[in-house]
């Protein structure tokens, strides 16, 4: 049995084709004591392209999240009505950028719909997302440290139970353009980010998808997990982040005994954004 599966994606997000059904069929099938649907909604561009007065930067730029929120709502009511007398199906979102729009944040997280928000940084402001840069032509310190830096800023806020994959950049920098990073100048940038989520009574995701690309660690790797255990970090989920029905589950038992190795002796879900706490 694996624990959870806490980051997931349907059709309703842009970069996934999968139906929600086959999602819940996969669940099951991994007797998944929680699973939740966490589809993208990004509030750099929530609302339609005409409110921006801007075009296209490229085929993935997509606008008018507000309508993938009702249909993401829709949705995982539906589900959860289904679903919850066979498994604890959570009612999610990842939600990107919430710099863009903190109030507009923080009311989404207070709909009663909602059970559990990721908040993720998936571009930088005037910049495309990490996974469409150039890093021939970039300068990667810079990117890390404003992208830790507006991190740091968003923990510090009531819009959100666990922040997602932290270290992010690294699935591109790292894995994809196989540029040698090194972390620890960031450390005390990542340090008073965990200390403002722990603090808040917030947590942070344990994101398994870097096990199945080039990357092939966790985002965070065991380091900076142990670094935000040692902190007093207790509250984390684990999550694949897939995108379709065989990435389900993905490296979750893998994820489940890094925890362990690194302090860990529980994980949680959210219900209600209350965490509930399962023993490893």
Same mark, same amino acid.
């Given at each position: 049995?694996?624990?959870? &599966? ?9 970069? +996934?084709? #999968? =139906?929600?059904? %086959? ?12 699973? @939740? ?25 997509? *606008?008018?999240? /507000? ?11 539906? @589900? ?24 507009? #944040? $923080?009311?989404? !997280? ?15 402001? &005037?910049?495309?997302?990490?996974? *469409?840069?150039?890093?021939?032509? =970039? ?8 992208? *830790?830096?507006?991190?740091? =800023? ?33 450390? $005390?940038?990542? /340090? ?6 722990? %603090? ?10 870097? !096990? ?9 790797? %065991?380091?900076?997990?142990?670094? !935000? ?10 999550? +694949?982040? #897939?995108?379709?029905? =065989? ?5 979750? /038992?893998?994820?489940? $005994? ?23």
């Amino acid at each position: 049995m694996l624990l959870m &599966d806490c980051h997931t994606h349907t059709k309703i997000s842009p970069d +996934s084709d #999968a =139906e929600l059904s %086959a999602m819940c069929r996969k669940a099951q099938e991994l007797d998944l004591q929680a699973y @939740a649907v966490t589809d993208h909604i990004e509030l750099c561009r929530y609302y339609p392209q005409g409110y921006y007065q801007t075009e296209p930067r490229n085929e993935e730029d997509f *606008f008018d999240y /507000a309508s993938r929120w009702e249909q993401s709502m829709h949705q995982n009511q539906l @589900a959860k009505s289904l679903l919850n007398d066979k498994i604890n199906f959570i009612s999610g979102i990842e939600l990107g950028e919430p710099n863009a729009d903190f109030g507009l #944040a $923080e009311s989404l !997280y207070r709909d009663k719909r909602l059970d559990f928000v990721i908040a993720s940084l998936h571009e930088l402001p &005037d910049k495309l997302d990490f996974y *469409f840069l150039d890093y021939q032509q =970039e300068d990667t310190d810079v990117l890390l440290e404003e992208y *830790f830096s507006i991190l740091l =800023e968003i923990s510090r806020k009531d819009c959100f139970d666990v922040l997602g994959h932290v270290t992010y950049p690294l699935r591109y920098i790292a894995g994809d353009a196989g540029i040698a990073i090194n972390i620890s100048k960031y450390r $005390e940038m990542l /340090a008073e980010c965990f200390k403002s989520v722990i %603090a808040n009574h917030k947590g942070i995701e344990l994101n398994t998808s870097g !096990y199945r690309q080039k990357y092939g660690k966790p985002f965070p790797d %065991a380091d900076l997990l142990k670094l !935000y255990r040692d902190l007093g970090g207790t509250i984390l989920t684990l999550g +694949s982040d #897939a995108h379709k029905p =065989e990435d389900l589950g993905g490296g979750i /038992a893998q994820g489940t $005994e890094l925890a362990k190795s690194c302090g860990f002796d529980k994980v949680c879900y959210f219900l209600r954004h209350e965490p509930y706490f399962i023993n490893l």
